[in-house]
C-alpha cells in the first residue's frame, strides 16, 4: 500500500490517479500508524509553506515524517519542506535536505510555470530518463543547489529538480502531471 500524506496542501487527488494508474493501491491519510506501516509513503503538495508546516507541526507529523525508513518521495511543496528553510513565510523546514528554499528573482518570468527539461539527471528515480526528457513545473520558490541534488533544471537560474538523500526523494516538478516522463519517474519510485 502507498501511503499519501494528507495534510494542509492540495493535489493529492491527481497523485492517487497516476499512482492507482500504475497498479498501486493508495490510502490518503495523516495516521502515524497508516504512514509507518506503509511500503512507500508519497508526500505531495500544492500550497503555502508556512500553513503546511502549522499543519504537520500540530499534528506531531514532522517528527514522523524525518522517522520514516521507507522510500519517500516529496512532490513540489513536499520537496521543499523536506529542505531547511524556505523564504515562504520564512518557515522552518523538516532539514532531510541540507539546502534553503529561495524565492526565484523577482522578473516577469515567475512562477516558473510550464514545461522544461533538466540540465542533468542521476539515481534511481531517474533510470531511462535523460536531460531532454519534459517535465511540467509551477513553482515560485526553489531549492538551491546541493550534495543532495540529482536533476538540475535552469529556469532564471539553475536549481534543484530532484533531491535524494538516504531514504528521501523529492522533486520540484510534478511527475503526475508530467505525461510520460512523470510517469516513469513515479514508476521508479514505486520499483525501489
Known amino acids: 500500500m502507498i501511503a499519501i500524506l494528507k495534510y494542509n496542501a ?16 493508495t490510502i490518503l491519510s495523516d495516521d502515524v500508524s497508516i504512514l509507518q506501516s506503509a511500503e512507500k509513503v508519497i508526500f505531495p503538495g500544492v500550497g503555502q509553506a508556512r500553513s503546511a508546516m502549522n499543519y504537520l507541526h500540530e499534528r506531531n507529523l514532522d517528527t514522523v515524517i524525518k522517522s520514516l525508513n521507507q522510500p519517500v518521495l516529496g512532490i513540489c511543496l513536499g520537496m521543499q519542506l523536506l529542505c531547511e528553510s524556505s ?3 520564512d518557515t522552518d523546514g523538516l532539514g532531510i535536505f541540507k539546502t534553503k528554499v529561495l524565492k526565484l528573482p523577482p522578473k516577469n518570468l515567475i512562477p ?4 522544461n527539461n533538466f540540465t542533468s539527471v542521476k539515481g534511481n528515480l531517474f533510470r531511462n530518463i535523460s536531460i531532454e526528457n519534459d517535465c511540467y513545473f509551477v513553482h515560485s520558490y526553489y ?3 546541493c550534495s543532495d541534488t540529482v536533476a538540475t533544471t535552469d529556469y532564471i537560474l539553475p536549481f534543484s529538480a530532484a533531491l535524494q538523500k538516504d531514504n528521501f526523494y523529492a522533486t520540484q516538478f ?3 502531471k508530467s505525461a510520460n516522463a512523470g510517469m516513469q519517474i513515479l514508476k521508479n519510485f514505486l520499483e525501489l
Open 174 to 176: 510534478h511527475p503526475e
Open 87 to 89: 523564504e515562504e513565510g
Open 112 to 115: 516558473h510555470m510550464g514545461w
Open 10 to 25: 492540495g493535489n493529492t487527488t491527481s497523485v492517487a490517479n497516476a499512482v492507482k494508474s500504475l497498479g498501486y493501491t
Open 143 to 145: 531549492a538551491a543547489l
